[in-house]
């Protein structure tokens, strides 16, 4: 089944930051560049949710992009998150003077705690869009923002704007993500932005998935996005099922708490975090670890 073609599509991973003794682990920020890109990802997404932007200085954030850009070396696309603040003018003085060199799109949220209308949303996203240098990927994640971005709002920007190339859609809704879909412009895809519903995501027409769980297992999770996109939906369910019960113990003290532990097992990196971010506790370190035993994967 042949697949439009697209500047970013199939697999994104959401790639953690490394710590070690509070400060960036730059040697295992590297070891999970180099383990994402041979399991076959599609492209990297530096300084999102599952990365702790939120718990880093902008310097110390500014260094991390520079470096995941350095070190990917052309071989996939770069996404940069960019949540800025809930003041929209601010973020786009930001986005008009911030270095986004060798970066492929950006990611930005819809503002947190004011609860916008959807008009004050589409006018953020507006602004954005017209300050930014790179295409924009709409981050719709009500659970963190208290105020979904309706699938009417999406649309509305999509056609509005082909600067805008993508939703990652984390609300958790089929029936939302499934009417972007249906009138969405050919420019425009739809993401999952929730592992655990990239499989049905994509069968009912989504083109990709930025993902946590690739962190760890990058060839089974982009290897199922591969198949689920060209219909081999048999396929995709035998790489898919080990994984699903996994995904539960991965959020059970938050993200990115529990890929670290994960990740941590592996030997990748450390499963340390910034306040207010906490580490995965140890009853769910062995429950997960027992988990992915169960399934084979570790």
Not at 7 to 15: D, H, Y
Not at 171 to 181: P, T
Not at 208 to 234: C, D, Q, T, W
Not at 247 to 252: D, M
């Amino acid at each position: 089944m042949s697949q439009p073609s697209f500047l970013l599509s199939g697999t994104g991973v959401a790639l953690v930051t490394p710590f070690r003794n509070h400060a960036i682990d730059y040697t295992a920020l590297e070891r999970l560049i180099e383990h994402t890109i041979a399991g076959g990802v599609d492209f990297l997404v530096s300084l999102g949710t599952t990365g702790e932007a939120i718990t880093q200085s902008p310097e110390e954030c500014r260094d991390v992009l520079t470096f995941t850009i350095e070190k990917t070396a052309g071989r996939v696309p770069v996404v940069a998150g960019l949540f800025g603040s809930n003041y929209t003018e601010k973020l786009t003085r930001a986005l008009q003077v911030y270095d986004l060199n060798g970066v492929a799109a950006i990611m930005s949220s819809s503002p947190a705690y004011s609860k916008p209308t959807q008009e004050g949303i589409f006018r953020h996203y507006m602004a954005v869009a017209e300050a930014s240098p790179a295409p924009v990927i709409i981050y719709n994640v009500p659970g963190r923002t208290s105020s979904n971005v309706e699938a009417a709002t999406t649309l509305r920007l999509a056609q509005a704007s082909e600067q805008f190339i993508a939703v990652k859609e984390a609300s958790g809704d089929l029936a939302q993500a499934m009417s972007i879909i249906k009138d969405m412009p050919p420019h425009f895809q739809v993401w999952s932005g929730e592992d655990p519903l990239t499989l049905p995501m994509i069968a009912c027409g989504a083109t990709g998935v930025i993902s946590v769980i690739a962190n760890a297992f990058p060839k089974a999770f982009s290897g199922m996005v591969r198949h689920a996109r060209a219909g081999e939906l048999r396929k995709a369910r035998q790489l898919n099922d080990p994984l699903h019960p996994v995904h539960p113990f991965l959020y059970a003290d938050g993200n990115p708490a529990g890929i670290k532990g994960v990740l941590e097992m592996l030997g990748i990196c450390s499963k340390e975090t910034r306040i207010p971010l906490m580490p995965i506790t140890d009853s769910n370190y062995r429950a997960l670890y027992a988990q992915l035993q169960a399934s084979g994967l570790i």
